[in-house]
């Protein structure tokens, strides 16, 4: 079964940082992976989906992420973090073949001035 | 494009009285329906998902219900509401294909009093 794994339910960095949000993935199939935001009280909004096209996944707001097989990770990229990037991040997995996706527990973007 | 649309936008409910909230996904046709909860400081929990109309999945037994009495439309319902009940109820939608991303409400906060 699949599963997704976030490291570091909080992460801060300051403004201008790099913010590095990891993810590991666990499926005996290729994955698809998605990035979610989440700011506060409102619904989850699609960051990026990896679909096996292309490793490197650019998607909205500057953020990017990268799939890598043999470390089972894919971890959610930005060069410079903006006070704007404040907010909870979900790492998600498509159940295979299914319709239902398998969240991670989040983490938390603390941008400091 | 498609939307959803999800309301109330907040809930305040005495216990023991009854629920409903609605959800409905215009712009495209036989969506998969997903209602999740988020508790404070917790990860989403998927409640009730549907893939036709009549056709719900519980995936935590509780006492809650879902609808799909039409096709771009999911009903959360509950005849008692439970101090437990309370959270962040998110709906999203997701195209028929399997492995497609999830597309979120913007939620309804529910505080049960």
Not at chain 2, 16 to 41: F, I
Not at chain 2, 43 to 51: E, I, T, W
């Amino acid at each position: 079964a699949q599963s997704v794994t976030q490291l570091g339910s909080h992460v801060s960095v300051s403004e201008g940082a790099l913010v590095l949000l990891r993810c590991n993935y666990s499926s005996s199939v290729p994955p698809y992976l998605f990035w979610y935001v989440q700011y506060p009280n409102q619904g989850l909004q699609l960051l990026l989906k990896y679909t096996s096209a292309a490793t490197l996944v650019k998607g909205i707001n500057g953020f990017e992420a990268e799939f890598k097989k043999s470390e089972t990770s894919f971890h959610l990229t930005k060069p410079s973090a903006h006070m704007s990037d404040a907010a909870e991040y979900f790492c998600a997995v498509s159940e295979s073949g299914g319709f239902k996706t398998i969240f991670g527990a989040g983490t938390r973007l603390f941008v400091k001035a | 494009s498609q939307t959803i649309h999800q309301w109330p936008a907040t809930l305040v409910q005495p216990v023991g009285s009854p629920l409903s909230l609605e959800c409905t996904v215009e712009g495209t046709s036989n969506p998969n329906l997903y209602w999740y909860r988020q508790a404070a400081g917790r990860g989403l929990q998927l409640l009730f998902y549907s893939v036709g109309i009549g056709q719900i999945s519980s995936e935590v037994p509780q006492n809650l219900s879902a609808s799909r009495p039409q096709d771009r439309q999911f009903i959360l319902s509950s005849k008692k509401l439970l101090l437990s009940d309370s959270g962040f109820y998110l709906c999203a939608w997701s195209p028929t294909d399997r492995d497609q991303p999830q597309h979120f409400g913007d939620g309804t906060r529910l505080s049960i009093l």
